[in-house]
């Protein structure tokens, strides 16, 4: 398994300077926004920004890892504007994903409450939400396919989104959709908030995982609050997770401090 570290969380605004850093303090992969790839005003791809990426970490140690949303819209909205700016965004994250070398693009199909109406008795907004997703995932993950990279479906806790906030919905869409470019990835601060056993979903989930977040209880760095890190990566090393590992958290200090201590820190609940 590979520590990576989101962008915005490494010292330092120099691209350069923060790949550096990270190699320095033991981390193998970079995680970058999805806007910074987005022009919005052709609402095409950011090429120089895409060129820029792939110059610096061709032949440097930390690599990119993934890159997180950042898209415009939602896949779950009633407005059908609001939905194909959502997919036009994200095939151009895919296509960028696959020309830095990102494993894919972590999408998540709606924050907050629905905006689905409820058709019920004819279909709950929920039942509408799953039929409209699945639809909308099996063209994009063709795409994802083209473009050399994966949608990473991401569970949120429950006061984040009201769909999808534990590992088994998502494999339950991924083995819906049954294209191999779309898979599912695993958020400790949401999996602590949300399963009632985080190696039981990790195991679950084995057939479609494709990227870990890593934050503690209190969405500080792992160390600082009270998640059991040591059982969760047994239980990916059990399923033959080698993929990578990303921080996406706050930090309660200096990270030039805070980043070295706490790879050592993962690395020895890994060990
Ligand atoms: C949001 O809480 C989250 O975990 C991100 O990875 C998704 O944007
Ligand atoms: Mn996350």
Same mark, same amino acid.
């Given at each position: 398994?590979?520590?990576?570290?989101?962008?915005?969380?490494?010292?330092?605004?120099?691209?350069?300077?923060?790949?550096?850093?990270?190699?320095?303090?033991?981390?193998?992969?970079?995680?970058?926004?999805?806007?910074?790839?987005?022009?919005?005003?052709?609402?095409?791809?950011?090429?120089?920004?895409?060129?820029?990426?792939?110059?610096?970490?061709?032949?440097?140690?930390?690599?990119?890892?993934?890159?997180?949303?950042?898209?415009?819209?939602?896949?779950?909205?009633?407005?059908?504007?609001?939905?194909?700016?959502?997919?036009?965004?994200?095939?151009?994250?895919?296509?960028?994903?696959?020309?830095?070398?990102?494993?894919?693009?972590?999408?998540?199909?709606?924050?907050?409450?629905?905006?689905?109406?409820?058709?019920?008795? /004819?279909?709950?907004?929920?039942? !509408? =939400?799953?039929?409209?997703?699945?639809?909308?995932? #099996?063209? @994009?993950? $063709?795409? +994802?396919?083209?473009?050399?990279?994966?949608?990473?479906?991401?569970?949120?806790?429950?006061?984040?989104?009201?769909?999808?906030?534990?590992?088994?919905?998502?494999?339950?869409?991924?083995?819906?959709?049954?294209?191999?470019?779309?898979?599912?990835?695993?958020?400790?601060?949401?999996?602590?908030?949300?399963?009632?056993?985080?190696?039981?979903?990790?195991?679950?989930?084995?057939?479609?995982?494709?990227?870990?977040?890593?934050?503690?209880?209190?969405?500080?760095?792992?160390?600082?609050?009270?998640?059991?890190?040591?059982?969760?990566?047994?239980?990916?090393?059990?399923?033959? /997770?080698?993929?990578?590992?990303? !921080? =996406?958290?706050?930090?309660?200090?200096?990270?030039? #401090?805070? @980043?070295? $201590?706490? +790879?050592?820190?993962?690395?020895?609940?890994?060990?």
């Amino acid at each position: 398994m590979k520590l990576a570290c989101q962008e915005g969380m490494a010292p330092s605004g120099a691209l350069q300077e923060k790949l550096d850093y990270l190699a320095e303090y033991g981390y193998e992969g970079i995680e970058f926004w999805g806007a910074q790839f987005i022009d919005t005003d052709s609402s095409g791809m950011r090429k120089e920004r895409v060129a820029e990426v792939r110059r610096f970490t061709e032949n440097h140690p930390v690599k990119p890892s993934t890159i997180c949303a950042g898209y415009r819209g939602a896949l779950l909205d009633a407005n059908r504007h609001e939905r194909e700016i959502a997919i036009h965004d994200i095939e151009t994250l895919l296509y960028a994903a696959g020309e830095i070398g990102a494993v894919g693009v972590i999408v998540v199909p709606i924050f907050g409450s629905p905006r689905i109406p409820d058709l019920n008795p /004819y279909a709950t907004a929920l039942e !509408l =939400e799953t039929e409209l997703l699945c639809r909308l995932l #099996e063209p @994009l993950s $063709k795409v +994802a396919e083209k473009a050399g990279s994966y949608i990473l479906l991401e569970p949120l806790n429950r006061y984040e989104t009201h769909y999808m906030n534990r590992l088994e919905q998502a494999v339950n869409i991924c083995h819906r959709v049954g294209n191999p470019n779309l898979k599912l990835m695993a958020d400790f601060f949401h999996m602590n908030i949300e399963e009632r056993d985080i190696p039981a979903a990790i195991r679950g989930a084995k057939e479609y995982l494709a990227h870990v977040h890593l934050a503690d209880s209190n969405r500080l760095l792992p160390g600082y609050g009270h998640t059991d890190f040591r059982s969760g990566f047994a239980a990916l090393r059990e399923i033959g /997770y080698t993929g990578y590992m990303a !921080l =996406e958290c706050g930090i309660p200090g200096d990270p030039r #401090e805070e @980043l070295p $201590k706490c +790879a050592q820190y993962l690395r020895a609940q890994m060990g």
